[in-house]
């Protein structure tokens, strides 16, 4: 069946450090592919999404290229702030299933001033 | 345009007890799902329900489990005879149609079973 496949955490960053969070998946139709960012205690928030093959999903410094050839959705971000400290889901949505969205495990992400 | 709202947001049910969580989809969204969050766990997917409809229920566990949207009013995620393992963030998540790119989520439950 279809699955989504994320690194561990949890990740611990230093303020400005570069950060990547590599996301895999297997599915037997045309996915969408999500990053969704969860803050303590809240629901889920869309980061980015991407809805086919070499798209670029970007928003709030954070990107991901939907890679198909290595079905791969890695979330990058060049400069983390503290802000960023939260656990960052991927996911996909196979719309001939309804839309509904399979999820990776998670990874959170603690960045330290 | 108010988000999706979740209540309640906390809820303590003891065992063998019925927890009933509501879920208001955004207005003009027909489309509710339902995930459930296990501690340290990713989110799940349990069921997928238009007006009056379920449409997927392949993830809702075979008993003591429901879920309805009626025609007025939230979807309802009902647990009947609650047992430790119930324990979760329940989240909810509306879209405006089936097949749309972005679902958008409430704030979830947290259901505690004592």
């Known amino acids: 069946g279809d699955s989504v496949t994320q690194m561990e955490g949890p990740v611990t960053l230093s303020e400005e450090a570069c950060l990547t969070i590599?996301?895999?998946?297997?599915?037997?139709?045309?996915?969408?592919l999500f990053w969704y960012v969860q803050y303590p205690g809240e629901g889920l928030q869309l980061l980015l999404k991407?809805?086919?093959?070499?798209d670029k999903g970007s928003n709030k410094g954070f990107e991901a290229t939907y890679r198909k050839e290595t079905t791969s959705f890695h979330l990058e971000k060049g400069s983390v702030q503290v802000s960023d400290s939260a656990v960052y889901f991927c996911?996909?949505?196979?719309?001939?299933?309804?839309?509904?969205?399979?999820f990776g495990q998670g990874t959170e992400l603690s960045v330290k001033p | 345009n108010a988000g999706v709202m979740q209540n309640p947001r906390h809820l303590v049910r003891r065992r063998g007890q019925e927890a009933r969580l509501r879920c208001s989809p955004m207005?003009?969204?027909?489309?509710v799902y339902w995930y459930r969050q296990l501690p340290e766990e990713g989110l799940k997917f349990m069921v997928y329900l238009q007006k009056e409809n379920i449409i997927d229920e392949s993830g809702m566990p075979k008993e003591r489990f429901s879920a309805e949207f009626p025609k007025e009013g939230p979807s309802i995620l009902r647990i009947q005879q609650v047992v430790r393992g119930d324990s979760a963030a329940y989240f909810c998540?509306?879209?405006?149609?089936?097949?749309?790119?972005?679902?958008?989520f409430g704030q979830g439950t947290r259901l505690t079973v004592v």
């Open positions: 590599n996301c895999t998946y297997t599915a037997t139709g045309y996915p969408s």
């Open positions: 207005k003009g969204h027909s489309h």
């Open positions: 996911a996909l949505a196979v719309y001939n299933q309804g839309g509904k969205l399979i």
């Open positions: 991407a809805t086919k093959a070499d």
């Open positions: 998540a509306s879209s405006p149609q089936r097949g749309s790119t972005e679902a958008f």
